[in-house]
Nanobody, 117 residues
Framework: QVQLVESGGGLVKPGGSLRLSCAAS????????LGWYRQAPGKERELVAT???????NYADSVKDRFAISRDNAKNSVNLQMNSLKPEDTAVYYC???????????WGQGTQVTVSS
């Protein structure tokens, strides 16, 4: 079994910053993709950013130049540094782990990020 535990959400004013963290435990294969997705009320879940075990990154256009994803392979953890936050970034943010070789995908429980003055 794989567990993903997120932390770091909260309330922040527009223009502010937050850092999300996710720790993975369990049967984690070395070749994997860690990422963050988000879901706003009334909208579908969407990709925010992903990073492979080799360090290749992918960002949604809406967060490029504002968000930065990083990972620590030794700790099986992934972080999302969010800067210049906007009200439209308000959503529940979910950590995701994919094991491409087997097609497995796991989700964290989600953490709320609210950007409001």
């Amino acid at each position: 079994q794989v567990q993903l535990v997120e932390s770091g959400g909260g309330l922040v004013k527009p223009g502010g910053s937050l850092r999300l963290s996710c720790a993975a435990s369990g049967s984690i294969f070395s070749i994997n993709v860690l990422g963050w997705y988000r879901q706003a009320p009334g909208k579908e879940r969407e990709l925010v950013a992903t990073i492979t075990n080799g360090g290749s990154r992918n960002y949604a256009d809406s967060v490029k130049d504002r968000f930065a994803i990083s990972r620590d392979n030794a700790k099986n953890s992934v972080n999302l540094q969010m800067n210049s936050l906007k009200p439209e970034d308000t959503a529940v943010y979910y950590c995701n782990l994919k094991i491409p070789r087997y097609g497995y995908a796991y989700w964290g429980q989600g953490t709320q990020v609210t950007v409001s003055s």
